[in-house]
Structures are given as structure tokens and as C-alpha cells.
């Protein structure tokens, strides 16, 4: 079982629409958690930190439940930027390592 | 603002041979993590290194190897070549101290091996 699990998708939405993404992490020693977007053959750009009191970015919104150990991403009004994969990330306490979920691939349609 | 630099954009090589990547952190950043991304891939933890002591290692092989330097920079170095090391090689960087805070990413290196 992977340490960082994501529903991979595609996840195929309107313009407009409103789209959740939930991750999974076994170890219940992680400590900072990340989104991360990455486009085609790109590197991962860095879309949020997800804080215990939940965090909001215009359009977006992250949540992390530690009792479940889940993390979701909320993004509202799809624009067709939006399609890219995105990138759950979680770093563990004592550790200089941040692991990589698969990543979820979101496509906006016009 | 300045951001995480790699060289070479793109590499290619032949099998057994070697290849050396750069990269250059964001200014006053103290920790550099490299990774690999395989074609349809996630992003795999290959190493980090903080204040310029190794710090964590990954799913690194032993054929390659790394290091960072006193102005900070770090290099990857990989030899005897095999046609799987063909990816995508990411540095990041962050200002990790004793936590792990938002890393930034370079453009990545594309090494092709034939």
C-alpha cells in the first residue's frame, strides 16, 4: 500500500463546476501537508499548504482530517486552467523527504 | 523572484555511460531534495540534503550519487547508465530547518538514455 493514496481520475468537469479531491496517509507521524499542481511534462508547482484548521484560496479550499488521516482539495468555478494533475504531498515529522501520491487528473471542459 | 535552477534541460546518453546534474536553490534555502519522475510516474524521493549533510534517502540506486556544495548547489551524479534511469530529475528546494515547510520546484532535467 502506498504511503499517500489518491483517486486518480480523470475527473471530467463543466466550466463552472464545483470539484473535491480527497487523499489518503498511512503514517500518522506526517506532519506538514501539501497540494501541488503539476501540468504536462512540468514540474510540480506548489497550489497550497493544507493547515489543521482547514485554509482557503480563492477558488480553492483544503481540509485535512487528522483523526482520518485524509486530506481534500475543493476547487469551485472550474476554469479550463484548472486541468492539470494535481499532486498530494505529505512530509513526515524528522524526515527531509516529501512523498508524492499519485496525483489526480482533473480535465475542464468548455 | 529567483527559483530553483537545473541544468542541463535535457540530456541524452548512451547506456553505461554517465551523466552529472546540477542544481541551483533558491538563495538562503537550506535544503535541496532531488527526485525522479518516470514517464506516467509520481514524483520519487531520491535524496535530500540539508546544510549541505545528507539528510534523507530515498529510492536512490546505488549507481548514483550526490552531493552539495559549500555555495549550496547540488549535484546528482549517475553512472553505468540503464535504459529505466530515462526521466524526468527534479530539484527542489525549501527553507525545511527542523520542518518541513513548502518546497519549490526546478524545471527538471529529461534525461534520455539510448
Known amino acids: 500500500r502506498k504511503e499517500v493514496e489518491q483517486d486518480p481520475g480523470p475527473f471530467n468537469v463543466p466550466e463552472g463546476a464545483t470539484v473535491a479531491f480527497n487523499c489518503t496517509y498511512s503514517n500518522s507521524a506526517s506532519q506538514s501537508f501539501f497540494w501541488y499542481r503539476q501540468d504536462c511534462r512540468k514540474e510540480p508547482k506548489l497550489l497550497m499548504s493544507?493547515?489543521?484548521s482547514g485554509n482557503e484560496d480563492g477558488r480553492f479550499t483544503a481540509q485535512l482530517n487528522r483523526a482520518s488521516q485524509y486530506i481534500s482539495l475543493l476547487i469551485r468555478d472550474s476554469k479550463l486552467s484548472d486541468s492539470a494533475t494535481y499532486l498530494c504531498v505529505v512530509a513526515r515529522t524528522g524526515r527531509r523527504a516529501l512523498t508524492f501520491g499519485s496525483g489526480t487528473r482533473l480535465q475542464v471542459q468548455p | 523572484a529567483a527559483g530553483v535552477i537545473q541544468s542541463p534541460r535535457h540530456l541524452i546518453k548512451e547506456k553505461r555511460e554517465t551523466a552529472t546534474l546540477k542544481c541551483y536553490p533558491i538563495?538562503?534555502?537550506?535544503?535541496v531534495y532531488w527526485y525522479q519522475q518516470g514517464p506516467g510516474q509520481d514524483p520519487q524521493f531520491l535524496i535530500s540534503f540539508y546544510e549541505k549533510m545528507q539528510s534523507d534517502k530515498g529510492s536512490i540506486p546505488d549507481r548514483f550519487s550526490a552531493q552539495q556544495f559549500s555555495d549550496y548547489h547540488s549535484e546528482l551524479n549517475m553512472s553505468s547508465l540503464e535504459l529505466g534511469d530515462s526521466a524526468l530529475y527534479f530539484c527542489?528546494?525549501?527553507?525545511?530547518?527542523?520542518?518541513?515547510?513548502?518546497?519549490?520546484f526546478g524545471q527538471g532535467t529529461r534525461l534520455t538514455v539510448v
Open positions: 527542489a528546494s525549501s527553507t525545511a530547518g527542523t520542518s518541513n515547510t513548502e518546497a519549490f
Open positions: 538563495p538562503r534555502h537550506d535544503t
Open positions: 493544507v493547515y489543521s
